[in-house]
Nanobody, 128 residues
Framework: QVQLVESGGGSVQAGGSLRLSCAAS????????LGWFRQAPGKEREGVAI????????YYADSVKGRFTISQDKAKNTVYLQMNSLTPADTAMYFC?????????????????????WGQGTQVTVSS
């Protein structure tokens, strides 16, 4: 079992920044990818950023490229999502998830159904 705990959400004005954290515990060796997803009210959950925990390769949704950065601290078993230049469209509940992939395109990595473990989520609200 893998436990994921997100933190760092909050309310900011447009143009502001937030850094989300996802602390992983348990048998983390069973998963090789950690991802950030988000879900706004009435919308489907969508992939935001993914990192392979082994080699560190990263993948991003087009909507966040150049603004968001996913990173990891292996010693702390923690993955971060640095979010800059936030807009109201980024308002959503953000979730951390862990999965196992033998290889992956963004289409596969961003599919929530491919992830086995989820955190409880942290709310991000961006006001105009």
């Amino acid at each position: 079992q893998v436990q994921l705990v997100e933190s760092g959400g909050g309310s900011v004005q447009a143009g502001g920044s937030l850094r989300l954290s996802c602390a992983a515990s348990g048998y983390t060796g069973s998963s090789n990818a950690l991802g950030w997803f988000r879900q706004a009210p009435g919308k489907e959950r969508e992939g935001v950023a993914i990192i392979y925990t082994g080699g560190g390769a990263t993948y991003y949704a087009d909507s966040v490229k150049g603004r968001f950065t996913i990173s990891q601290d292996k010693a702390k078993n923690t993955v971060y999502l640095q979010m800059n230049s936030l807009t109201p469209a980024d308002t959503a509940m953000y979730f951390c998830a862990a999965g196992t992939f033998s290889y992956g395109s963004w289409y596969q990595l961003s599919n929530p159904a491919k992830y086995n473990y989820w955190g409880q989520g942290t709310q991000v609200t961006v006001s105009s």
